[in-house]
């Protein structure tokens, strides 16, 4: 049975009109959007913005606040300053993700096979691009780990977090900065909950640190092709355990031949 042209359309319900701080917020990101306000440049004071949008002193501050928390601008408390325009876009990407993890958008599967191609590609420029600098860098970070597995598994697993950030950051790529940064917190609570379920964390961390220390040798060696497979290779053993069966076949057709 074939429904009616009518009953084709979509239906539509009233609308709630907006709220003030929710149109100041508006304004604010379409003049930076619009290149009007670039990163540096200072809003006007409070006591401005409200003569200027014409509204009181609690909607401005709740704009203020809605823009900080969305890393648009950055205010210091006692400042009398009006707050300053952020240059960090990587931090907003980083929380507009976060936010659709949060929301059940992103599926743990989706999370997995995204780390597999981001974390891959980074690890392989960090192999091809590296100077001593950053190699150092990550050096720090594996140290950090293995001196991590002797005090808690919450603090190893920060500490294996810091490891890939500070491999995404030796890429030179700002993206696949932005998206480790976005998976940090979730990526944190997977790796404490993996191991507080796992029979023996200790034997998880030294594997853990095994994997880890498997693909940083591929990345002193510069061979990026093996250290992008192992690195995919170490999610895969990581997390495939825990996924779905439709889950973990489809982040196998990532792995590396």
Known sequence: ????????RPRFTNVTPVRAYESVVAQIENAVFAGQLVPGDRLP????????????????????RVLES????????????????????????????T????LGQIGVGELIEFRMVVEGSAVRLAAELHDDETLAAMEDAFA???RAADVSFEDFSAADV???????????????????QFARD??????????????????????????HGAYLQAIRDRDGR???????????????????????ARIDLLLMP
């Open 144 to 146: 950090d780990m293995k």
């Open 186 to 211: 979730t990526v944190l609570q997977l790796t404490t909950d993996n191991l507080k379920e796992s029979g023996d964390p200790t034997e998880l961390i030294q594997e853990t640190l095994r994997r």
């Open 70 to 97: 969305g890393g648009i601008i950055r205010s210091r408390p006692g400042d009398p300053g009006g707050a300053t325009v952020q240059a960090n876009s990587s931090a907003r990407l980083a929380k507009a993700l």
């Open 99 to 102: 936010t659709f993890v949060k």
């Open 1 to 8: 049975m074939t429904s009616s042209p009518d009953e084709a």
């Open 226 to 248: 093996t250290a992008e497979a192992l690195a995919r290779q170490d999610l895969v053993d990581y997390y495939g355990p825990h996924l779905e069966a439709d889950e973990r």
């Open 162 to 180: 810091s490891f890939h950030l500070a491999v995404a950051a030796c890429s030179g790529n700002s993206l696949f900065s932005a998206c480790s």
């Open 45 to 64: 004071s409070e006591r401005e913005l409200m003569a200027q949008f014409g509204v009181s002193r609690g909607t401005v501050r709740e704009a203020l």
